[in-house]
Nanobody, 123 residues
Framework: QVQLVESGGGLVQPGDSLRLSCAVS????????LAWFRQAPGKEREFVAA????????YYQDSVKGRFTVSRDKAEKMVYLQMNSLKPEDTAVYYC????????????????WGQGTQVAVSS
């Protein structure tokens, strides 16, 4: 059974940092792409960052490049999203998701999802 469980969200001030975690289990890791998406109130869910589990290649949405870092710990079966220099526009529910067909920026190509964790950036 595939499981993706996010944690680490919270309320922070602009400029602060936060690290999200996603515990993953129940699937073939080597062929998987693990991604972070986010959905702000009234907006479509959007791609944030992704990592190819096997080789560790990473991909980012332009608005988070240089501020966010996605990584994975193979031994602990964890995926992380380190978020620095947070802005109010980063406020959203953040989701961890898995794709098996290679990298995609579309949520439609991700078959497995976590329950989400709320991030709020406000002064």
């Amino acid at each position: 059974q595939v499981q993706l469980v996010e944690s680490g969200g919270g309320l922070v001030q602009p400029g602060d940092s936060l690290r999200l975690s996603c515990a993953v289990s129940g699937f073939a890791f080597s062929s998987s792409v693990l991604a972070w998406f986010r959905q702000a109130p009234g907006k479509e869910r959007e791609f944030v960052a992704a990592i190819r589990w096997g080789v560790g290649l990473t991909y980012y949405q332009d608005s988070v490049k240089g501020r966010f870092t996605v990584s994975r710990d193979k031994a602990e079966k964890m995926v992380y999203l380190q978020m620095n220099s947070l802005k109010p526009e980063d406020t959203a529910v953040y989701y961890c998701a898995r794709a098996t067909g290679g990298l995609s920026y579309s949520q439609r190509d991700y078959r497995d999802w976590g329950q989400g964790t709320q991030v709020a950036v406000s002064s």
